[in-house]
């Protein structure tokens, strides 16, 4: 037994013996020792438990301790080992995103130079026919495919069709328009809505292709329409830089445009986000 279990048994004795002075004069005296005696056998029993009890909880309780301090140091590390691959992750992601504009750029570069092969094709192929006929002794006919009149009708039938929004017949009848008579005053007009068709139908890279082909014809007024919707463009496909550039342009070059304020607007909200 510990020196603290004794002193304890001391002290309860000590206060038992002063009470049984009362009982000195009874004559039951020897009932009261036994019955002292009991009490003092009850405590011993009390004392001996508390210390067989602080010898197995204190081990206990030491050892859950350490084992919640070595489970915290765990779920440390493991939440250390989490935010590294998530960190690791948003790198990857910020890296494919990168990776995913400039091959937009690319693959935008490179249908534009597939536009510009396309036609100096069709002006080969129309080469090569003027030629054969040449060497056939066959007339060259410099009639153009439309007079005035039917220009106009076929401008006004290929509008109706892109209203509707039935474009092939719509890019059918522009296409006509534009490779037939490219000096005819609705030209430029039938090139910006060959553009639009590309353009409703979400085909934006072919549409900024088209769009583009507007300004080659002198003195047009449909260049400010043309150039805020290559800005649009840009945007829809994601290449936020470029669109940025475009819509700088569209400041710069046509600053009494309607669409001037639209284009401040959208260059305003990119720089935002």
């Known amino acids: 037994m510990t020196n603290r279990s004794n002193y304890i048994i001391t002290l309860i004795l000590a206060s038992i013996l002063m009470g049984s002075f009362s009982f000195g004069q009874s004559k039951d005296s020897a009932r009261e020792l036994k019955r002292l005696n009991a009490k003092i056998d009850r405590v011993r029993v009390m004392v001996d438990s508390l210390e067989l009890d602080n010898q197995i909880l204190l081990p206990e309780l030491m050892s859950a301790f350490r084992q919640a301090v070595k489970s915290k140091a765990q779920q440390d590390s493991i939440t250390l080992v989490i935010l590294k691959r998530i960190n690791t992750l948003s790198n990857k992601i910020a890296n494919l995103e990168n990776q995913s504009r400039y091959m937009d750029s690319t693959a935008l570069e490179i249908f534009h130079k597939l536009v510009l092969v396309e036609n100096k094709i069709v002006t080969l192929t129309n080469s090569y026919n003027e030629m054969a006929k040449l060497k056939s002794g066959e007339p060259i006919s410099s ?108 400041i710069d070059y046509f600053p009494g445009s309607e669409y001037y304020p639209k284009a401040k607007e959208a260059l305003k909200q990119l720089s935002v986000n």
């Open 143 to 250: 009639e153009p495919k439309f007079n005035s009149a039917q220009y106009k009708q076929t401008y006004m039938t290929s509008l109706g069709h892109f209203q509707n929004q039935e474009f092939p017949e719509a890019i059918a009848g522009f296409n006509d328009l534009v490779s037939s008579d490219a000096t005819n005053d609705l030209a430029d007009n039938s090139q910006y809505w060959l553009a639009e068709c590309y353009y409703s139908q979400k085909d934006f890279k072919r549409a900024i292709a088209e769009f583009e082909k507007v300004f080659t014809y002198a003195g047009t007024d449909k260049d400010d329409d043309a150039q805020l919707k290559i800005g649009l463009s840009y945007q829809s496909i994601g290449n936020v830089e470029k669109a940025r550039e475009e819509f700088q342009r569209m």
